[in-house]
């Protein structure tokens, strides 16, 4: 039987990232939803995340759209944001690629 362990990564307000050793992946917890990822799918949320982040994105998101569809892992799970989730959501991957690379420059 095979134990899941996962370490957390990186916790914003709205949302939380795990690793998982065993499993060699991730997991991102939305709250309602927790979907499991690989390394590539979470560099592609990083993408997303950093066009996300842009001042234009932003400035349409605040007078145009409330709400944003985040598709993931080749559209397997979809998720709705509101204003408030998506800059939580560019924080989260933010932060969990900073204790990524964090974790890293400590073990070698």
């Given at each position: 039987?095979?134990?899941?362990?996962?370490?957390?990564?990186?916790?914003?307000?709205?949302?939380s990232?795990?690793?998982?050793?065993?499993?060699?992946?991730?997991?991102?917890?939305?709250?309602?939803?927790?979907?499991?990822?690989?390394?590539?799918?979470l560099?592609?949320?990083?993408?997303?995340?950093?066009?996300?982040?842009?001042?234009?994105?932003i400035?349409?998101?605040?007078?145009h759209?409330?709400?944003?569809?985040?598709?993931?892992?080749?559209?397997?799970?979809?998720?709705?944001?509101?204003?408030?989730?998506?800059?939580?959501?560019?924080?989260?991957?933010?932060?969990?690629?900073?204790?990524?690379?964090?974790?890293?420059?400590?073990?070698?």
């Amino acid at each position: 039987m095979l134990l899941l362990i996962m370490e957390l990564i990186f916790s914003s307000a709205y949302y939380s990232s795990y690793q998982s050793s065993t499993e060699r992946c991730f997991y991102i917890d939305f709250g309602h939803k927790t979907v499991k990822i690989t390394f590539c799918q979470l560099l592609s949320l990083r993408y997303k995340a950093k066009q996300m982040s842009a001042p234009e994105y932003i400035h349409n998101l605040l007078n145009h759209n409330d709400t944003v569809l985040l598709s993931l892992c080749d559209k397997e799970h979809l998720i709705l944001l509101d204003t408030l989730m998506v800059l939580d959501f560019i924080n989260l991957m933010k932060g969990t690629f900073a204790m990524i690379e964090l974790n890293a420059a400590l073990v070698s």
